[in-house]
């Protein structure tokens, strides 16, 4: 079946350093693959998403490319800051009867120190 | 219309009573999704409605859960019988049916947190 594994947390990071958050999928056909972001207290926000191979999603200075050879879709971000600190989960659109149900990680929290 | 909501945001109950719990999504957005989430996991998959017809239900969804949407609108979740295996974050999200650059994206409500004592 279609699953999604992500890099165990938590990550720590001084501010301005370099991220990166690793996220493997396993699916049948093309899905189309996501990432979401949980700050404290809030619900969750897609942060970006990709929907063929090769595609680069980006926001907020994140980024994350679509490997179809890897089945891979890492989480990337050059200079994080506090205001990062959150869960961030990679899912998939699974294809299941037709019916576009998301497939999450577990999720990877972040926190980010001055 | 600002997005999905969720009502409560939170529900605080005794093992054995029943709670119920409504969502509002995005008001042009036929698709209608049922998550809950338990600490330290991501979202799991309970059940999907288009329009007013619930098409798929997930195994999670035993027979002390039931999740309606009577008019195509706004969608109940109820949980008979509460257990606190039960305690979790029930989240509600919505999509749109019309392709366009939306299409394939879920948005989320903030969802209702359920304790069960």
């Known amino acids: 079946g279609n699953s999604v594994t992500q890099m165990e947390g938590p990550v720590t990071l001084s501010e301005e350093a370099f991220l990166t958050i690793n996220c493997t999928y396993t699916?049948?056909?093309?899905?189309?693959l996501f990432w979401y972001v949980q700050y404290p207290g809030e619900g969750l926000q897609l942060l970006l998403k990709?929907?063929?191979?090769?595609d680069k999603g980006s926001n907020k200075g994140f980024e994350a490319t679509y490997r179809k050879e890897t089945t891979s879709f890492h989480l990337e971000k050059g200079s994080v800051q506090v205001s990062d600190s959150a869960v961030y989960f990679c899912?998939?659109?699974?294809?299941?009867?037709?019916?576009?149900?998301?497939?999450f990680g577990a999720g990877t929290r972040l926190a980010v120190h001055p | 219309d600002t997005g999905v909501s969720q009502d409560p945001r939170h529900k605080i109950t005794k093992r054995g009573q029943n709670v119920t719990f409504r969502c509002d999504p995005i008001?042009?957005?036929?698709?209608l999704y049922w998550y809950r989430q338990t600490l330290g996991q991501g979202p799991e998959f309970l059940t999907y409605?288009?329009?007013?017809?619930?098409?798929?239900k997930s195994r999670l969804l035993s027979d002390r859960f039931s999740a309606e949407r009577p008019k195509g609108s706004f969608s109940t979740l109820e949980i008979q019988r509460t257990e606190q295996g039960d305690s979790a974050m029930y989240l509600c999200?919505?999509?749109?049916?019309?392709?366009?650059?939306?299409?394939?994206?879920?948005?989320f409500g903030p969802g209702t947190r359920l304790t069960v004592l």
């Open positions: 999200a919505s999509s749109p049916t019309s392709p366009g650059s939306s299409y394939n994206e879920q948005f």
């Open positions: 699916a049948t056909g093309y899905p189309s």
């Open positions: 990709a929907t063929k191979a090769d």
């Open positions: 899912a998939l659109i699974g294809f299941s009867g037709g019916y576009n149900k998301l497939i």
């Open positions: 008001s042009e957005h036929n698709r």
């Open positions: 409605f288009q329009n007013e017809a619930q098409l798929e």
